[in-house]
């Protein structure tokens, strides 16, 4: 086991730490009196989770595929299940931005949450320990722990403080991936049974049969398309996004939505690398009509949160498109994507949150010409449009040409039709600035807007604690929209070795299997080329 592994060289289990601290903070929480304080609480225990991981991004080395700062406990020795955790070049970009995601998603709710804001609290630091837990994972049954874990924080978060259909959206929410992590526990025990291990690593290194590769990565699949959303399992995403309080939907947009992308990575691809070659041109499919339809359906909304959550969809099969493309720059360009998304849409719903609690409609109409009255927030929905559409210099555009690159390298008219998301992407985000910005054409703008909560007084620009939100994700759009390379450093060993578990896999079971599969196998490049 430890040949897969970097143990852990600092003077303090840094992995555990990160998992440990949201929980005692949810532990303490509930012993605390005041909204005041618990908020300050929530908002300082995020905030050293936050600094702890800063030894993530220092310290990795970048040469090695290994999982770092690894950390190896017996469990169950009777059922060779260990407690190990670690990281690689793909999930420690992830764990980082999880952990400097979720400071922001208190500080986005200090005025937004009125009722109940232990429990809020409580939730929101248990959320961050699961969502951590299925980055961290080395062992497919801890794995699955956390993957259910963060469902029940989250069900609770829509029901409890999600809007006037919060009721249908949790179910929905909760029935779709919950469903979806039935078919993943399935090809869990189905492994162990093939190999008698629970180790990752060693699940990689395995060899399957094409038959047995077939039913894992479907099972896998399966859960992972519903977490992205993939079409056509996409549906939950409007109704969880638009009844998500504001930190609900940041924590969707930001993180949730990764964990399906990050399961095609560290699941499907290297333990089921022929059945992926097999499944790639339906895989390809699938995410192109994500890009299509998710832009179709955004241009047509016009509530704003709606739109952004149905511009998720076809920003995330953008993601799918890179990662089944199964090239070194559609790899890359899929893991800058999930990055990109997370700051850039994670912003665009902060800032649905501060014009809902002026206005208290998040209506388009009801928020028009805000250009005259809120200078500060249009320029920061300026930056974050622009980034959601990929403009030149932005974080998005990196991810975005990445992607297009390994598409055209590979598939030209796959690449041809993808960018059919990208002018969609203009199209809506467009439109949204114009009408908020400027446009009082309807007679609705916010200076009519009747509303019960206050008057235009409440209308006033970002105060500090809203500035500093977005002003540090403005960081990140430039920085790795002008200077991606430390990304793209951090990931380039491990997604070259992905790829050579991709084609080492096919290659060693193509030697000791023959049959009828192999000729589709075989053949799969050319399923690709004919049909577009």
Not at 49 to 67: E, N
Not at 437 to 450: A, C, E, I, L, R
């Amino acid at each position: 086991m430890e040949k897969y592994l970097i143990l852990n060289t600092l003077n303090f289990p840094i992995l555990s730490m990160l998992l440990i601290i949201p929980v005692v903070g949810a532990i303490v929480a509930m012993f605390l009196r005041g909204d005041t304080l618990l908020k300050y609480w929530g908002f300082a225990v995020t905030l050293v989770t936050a600094i702890i991981s800063l030894p993530l991004w220092t310290c990795f080395d970048k040469t090695t595929a290994k999982y770092q700062f690894a950390e190896l406990r017996h469990w169950f020795p009777a059922l060779n299940l260990d407690y190990v955790v670690g990281v690689d070049g793909i999930s420690v970009l992830l764990v980082l931005l999880t952990t400097f995601v979720m400071p922001l998603c208190i500080l986005c709710s200090w005025t937004y949450i009125k009722t109940r804001m232990k429990e809020f609290i409580i939730v929101t630091l248990l959320m961050e320990t699961a969502m951590l837990g299925v980055f961290m994972s080395m062992n497919t049954v801890l794995f699955y722990i956390f993957w259910e874990g963060m469902l029940v924080p989250m069900y609770l978060m829509i029901a409890i403080w999600g809007g006037a259909r919060k009721d249908y959206a949790s179910i929905k929410f909760f029935l779709y991936t919950f469903a979806g992590s039935i078919f993943l526990l399935v090809a869990i025990v189905a492994m162990y049974i093939k190999t008698g291990t629970f180790f990752i690593p060693e699940l990689m290194a395995h060899s399957y049969s094409f038959s047995f590769q077939m039913w894992v990565f479907l099972a896998c699949a399966i859960g992972f398309a519903i977490k992205m959303p993939m079409f056509p399992f996409h549906t939950w995403l409007p109704a969880a996004h638009v009844e998500a309080p504001v930190s609900g939907s940041v924590i969707l947009a930001s993180i949730l939505l990764k964990m399906g992308g990050y399961g095609f990575l560290r699941f499907c691809l290297p333990m089921a690398p022929e059945a992926t070659l097999y499944c790639m041109p339906y895989l390809i499919v699938m995410s192109l009509i994500s890009i299509v339809v998710g832009g179709y359906l955004a241009l047509g909304q016009t509530d704003i949160k709606k739109l952004i959550a149905y511009s998720s969809v076809g920003h995330m099969g953008f993601v799918t498109l890179g990662i089944f493309l199964l090239n070194d720059a559609g790899i890359k360009g899929a893991m800058l994507q999930m990055l990109n998304h997370g700051v850039t849409t994670g912003a665009l719903f902060i800032l649905i949150g501060i014009i809902y609690e002026r206005t208290h409609s998040r209506e388009i109409s009801d928020n028009s010409k805000l250009g005259m009255f809120m200078p500060i927030y249009v320029t920061f929905l300026g930056i974050f449009s622009l980034s959601s559409l990929a403009f030149p210099g932005t974080n998005s555009f990196v991810g975005e040409f990445l992607v297009l690159l390994g598409a055209f390298e590979k598939y030209p008219l796959v690449g041809a039709v993808s960018i059919l998301g990208a002018i969609l992407a203009a199209a809506y985000m467009l439109r949204l600035l114009q009408k908020m910005v400027w446009d009082d054409s309807d007679g609705h703008g916010h200076h009519d807007h009747d509303d019960d909560h206050g008057d235009d007084h409440a209308l006033t620009d970002c105060n500090f604690r809203e500035i500093i939100q977005l002003a540090f994700l403005t960081v990140f759009v430039f920085w790795i929209g002008f200077h991606p390379t430390p990304l793209l450093d951090m990931m380039d060993t491990t997604v070259a070795h992905l790829i050579h578990q991709i084609d080492a896999g096919s290659a060693v079971h193509e030697a000791v299997q023959h049959g009828e599969h192999h000729a589709l196998l075989n053949n799969a490049g050319a399923w690709v080329k004919n049909l577009f």
